[in-house]
């Protein structure tokens, strides 16, 4: 095997390990797990709604919400991150904790956390993405900081309107850049005890 290709392959075998290990909302007790989720929505909307005012109306208009904080680490070819956060029902309140598992392939270098969020126009794909379907995703991301936080890939959107969702990126440092091709597999999960 050549000397690249040796390098390449390791670097899958790292990533695909740390993809797997999904990270567990932190708290000792399911009361602290929810605090932590409570912070990160209300810092996270906080962020949001200053960013891009527009967010409030479709979140308020949307059947449902996804927050999440990811930590994603890039070396060339490979990457791989993990999260958690909640999928929130607007109609009612009612909330899915998530843990998250991500595996990119493409170019780019670097770690950063992000917290994205996700507005459903389509319950379908609401109810699916809490169900843990894999979702694949082709695009380039660019973020930049702003102030103490920042807003990825220009307007930190990706709208599609047929796609039945909206992606906004919120970032907690530096500056990256990659193009990526990734999976991202969603598992509902329950508090501790």
Not at 42 to 49: A, F, G, P, V
Not at 96 to 104: C, G, N, P
Request: a negative charge.
């Amino acid at each position: 095997m050549r000397p690249f290709a040796k390098t390449a392959f390791t670097l899958l075998l790292v990533s695909a390990g740390l993809a797997g290990c999904a990270v567990s909302i932190p708290g000792e007790t399911g009361a602290q797990q929810v605090e932590t989720i409570d912070a990160l929505v209300e810092r996270t909307l906080t962020d949001i709604y200053q960013q891009e005012p527009g967010t409030r109306e479709a979140i308020a208009d949307s059947v449902g919400y996804v927050i999440a904080s990811t930590t994603i680490t890039k070396v060339p070819i490979v990457g791989a991150g993990n999260g958690y956060g909640v999928a929130i029902k607007t109609s009612n309140g009612e909330r899915t904790y998530l843990e998250m598992v991500r595996f990119d392939v493409g170019g780019g270098w670097g770690a950063r956390s992000l917290r994205p969020v996700v507005i459903f126009q389509d319950e379908a794909k609401f109810e699916d993405f809490i169900d843990g379907v894999w979702d694949a995703q082709v695009g380039a991301e660019a973020a930049a900081k702003v102030g103490e936080s920042g807003a990825a890939g220009g307007a930190g959107t990706d709208s599609v309107p047929d796609k039945g969702y909206t992606i906004h990126i919120i970032t907690d440092a530096g500056v990256s850049a990659t193009a990526t091709a990734g999976l991202i597999r969603v598992k509902p999960v329950n508090l501790k005890e």
